[in-house]
Structures are given as C-alpha cells and as structure tokens.
C-alpha cells in the first residue's frame, strides 16, 4: 500500500506553475489506480487539465486532430479521475485513473504492449474481447 504523505500547508494548483513544451503540452501518463498498471501516455494543454480536474473525466489534446480528446467519449473505454500528480520537476503529469475497458486504441489493456527482449519485440498481450 502507497503512503500519502500530506502537505504541511495546501497550496492552490495553478496549471501555469507547469512546464510545458514549446507547443503548450505536457505529457500525462495514465495508470491504473487499483492495479499500478501504466496504461498510456497522452498529452495535456492547460485546459485540457482544468476540463479533467473539473469533470472528473479524463481529458487529453490530440494533436494530430487539434482537438480535445475526453478518453472515451467515442469508444466508451473511459478513464474516470482518481488521483491527479504533478512530478518534482513539474514537466510531467500522472493521473490514476479507474479504466472502464482497454486503454489503446488497439483494444489492448494497455498501450505498453510490446516487449524488446534479446533483441526482439515480443508482444506481451492481445486485444480484448
């Protein structure tokens, strides 16, 4: 079991204390909350941050369709808020999350699916059912 430490003062988040690329994004890694199973890596705008913090829904920014991107919302593979951290150098952002379905795009649980062992890509598990 992870301890939680609390902060001796509570300080109000302000998404402008990250830091983010010279696009304005910031890479969010998705992990499962119950499991600590890495599930995905996307990117986060600053108001794709406050939509996620508010809704409780994760919400990404593609940036191939320079849009907003609410994990879920076509496939119903949905990733409701846990648990959202900032790392020590605030470049990089985790959100435990409770995933209702797969994760990838290619109904795998995860998007980590591929293994290089000795030299070759060994996949570690199939789609879902």
């Given amino acids: 079991m992870q301890k939680v430490f609390a902060m001796a003062d509570t300080v109000l988040f302000d998404p402008s204390t990250l830091k983010f690329n010279e696009a304005g ?3 969010a890694i998705a ?3 119950e499991t600590g199973e890495v599930l995905m890596m996307a990117w986060m705008n600053a108001q794709s941050i406050n939509r996620t913090l508010e809704s409780k829904r994760v919400t990404y920014w593609s ?3 320079q849009a907003f991107w609410v994990k879920g919302e076509s496939s119903g593979h949905v990733q409701q ?3 959202f951290r900032v790392d020590c150098d605030r470049d990089c ?3 435990l ?3 209702i379905g797969p994760a990838c795009h290619t ?3 995860s998007c980590f699916y591929t293994a290089i062992r000795d030299g070759n890509e060994v996949e570690l598990m199939s789609p879902m059912e």
């Fill in 31 to 33: 992990q499962g909350a």
């Fill in 81 to 83: 808020l846990v648990d």
């Fill in 97 to 99: 999350v409770d995933q």
């Fill in 63 to 65: 940036r191939s369709r």
């Fill in 107 to 109: 109904n795998r649980r």
């Fill in 25 to 27: 994004l910031i890479p």
């Fill in 93 to 95: 952002l985790l959100v």
